[in-house]
C-alpha cells in the first residue's frame, strides 16, 4: 500500500521573470521520485515565496491539512524549500514528534524520523541559509573597515 503525501515545490522569489523553470523542474523530479518510492501524492502545493520569514500561506495550508491527517508526509525538492526560518521548521519537527507527520522525502537527501534525522534535517536546512548569509551580496563583514595605508600587516 502506498504512503500519503503532499507534493510541496517553492522558489524563493514571487518575481515572475525570475527561477521560472525551478517549479516545474521541482515537480516533475518530485512526480519521478514518488512514483519509483510507491507514494501517492495526495495534492501538489506550489509557493512563490521566500521561506525565510514565517507565514506562507500555501506552507500554512498544506500544515493545517497535515494536521487534520489528510496526508502523513511531504514530499519535497530539498529541506530548505520546506522552511528556511525557525517558526515553519518547528512546526514541521512539532509535527514529527506528535505524530501528524510520519515521514519527509527528498530526493536529494535522506529522512529518518529519528531524533538523529530530526536534527540532520534542521541543520541541513539552516547550513544551506548560513551559507546565504555569509556569501550574499549584501554581506558587509568583509568591508567593516579598510586596511589603513599606514598598517603593517604580516
Known amino acids: 500500500m502506498s504512503q500519503k503525501f503532499f507534493l510541496y515545490a517553492r522558489k524563493s522569489t514571487d518575481v515572475e521573470d525570475k527561477q521560472v523553470l525551478s517549479i516545474d523542474a521541482q515537480i516533475t523530479e518530485l512526480r519521478a521520485f514518488a512514483k519509483n518510492e510507491k ?11 521566500t521561506a525565510k520569514i514565517p507565514g506562507r500561506p500555501i506552507f500554512g495550508e498544506m500544515m493545517r491539512r497535515i494536521e487534520k491527517g489528510e496526508a502523513a508526509g511531504i514530499l519535497s525538492w ?22 501528524n507527520l510520519a515521514s519527509l522525502k527528498f530526493p536529494s537527501h535522506w529522512f529518518e524520523n529519528t531524533p538523529q534525522g530530526k536534527t540532520k534535517q534542521i541543520l541541513c536546512r539552516f547550513s544551506f541559509r548560513e ?15 579598510k586596511p589603513s595605508a599606514n598598517r603593517v600587516y604580516k
Open 39 to 49: 507514494l501517492e501524492i495526495v495534492e501538489e502545493f506550489v509557493e512563490k515565496r
Open 131 to 145: 551559507h546565504e548569509k555569509r556569501t550574499s551580496p549584501k554581506s558587509t563583514h568583509g568591508n567593516i573597515s
Open 78 to 99: 530539498h529541506p530548505d524549500r520546506l522552511a528556511r526560518n525557525s517558526v515553519d521548521g518547528g512546526q514541521i519537527v512539532y509535527f514529527l514528534d506528535i505524530g
